[in-house]
């Protein structure tokens, strides 16, 4: 029943920015806490940000702070994650994921299909 859809990956060069979107649906998106992950080839998931429901709390991975803002819109049911100043190693599918703000992504049980995006130098 739970849906989360991510859009808006897609090729850029290296500086260049992107906005990624998550809708969700099936769940009290307002009422719950959203993440988003990151994996490369060959790599395991890497935790990128997280914001809990009310927007009060936000954490992010040391390798994206200062150049990627995640946010949310409660009556759109749609997190977002603005990407700027972005780098060949960000390169990766990206996922967002449910009902949590942990930075394991073993703690949660709903998730995206994911959108690839990719840097180029």
């Known amino acids: 029943q739970v849906q989360l859809v991510e859009s808006g990956g897609g090729l850029v060069q290296a500086g260049g920015s992107l906005i990624l979107s998550c809708a969700a649906s099936g769940l009290p998106f307002s009422r719950t806490n959203m993440c988003w992950f990151r994996q490369a080839p060959g790599k395991e998931r890497e935790f990128v940000a997280t914001?809990?429901?009310?927007?009060?709390?936000?954490r992010y991975s040391d390798s994206v702070k200062g150049r990627f803002t995640i946010a949310r819109d409660n009556a759109k049911n749609t997190l977002y994650l603005q990407m700027n100043s972005l780098k060949p190693e960000d390169t990766a599918v990206y996922y967002c994921a449910a009902g949590s703000s942990s930075t394991y992504s073993g703690q949660y049980a709903y998730w995206g299909q994911g959108t690839q995006v990719t840097v180029s130098s």
């Open positions: 914001i809990t429901y009310s927007g009060t709390y936000i």
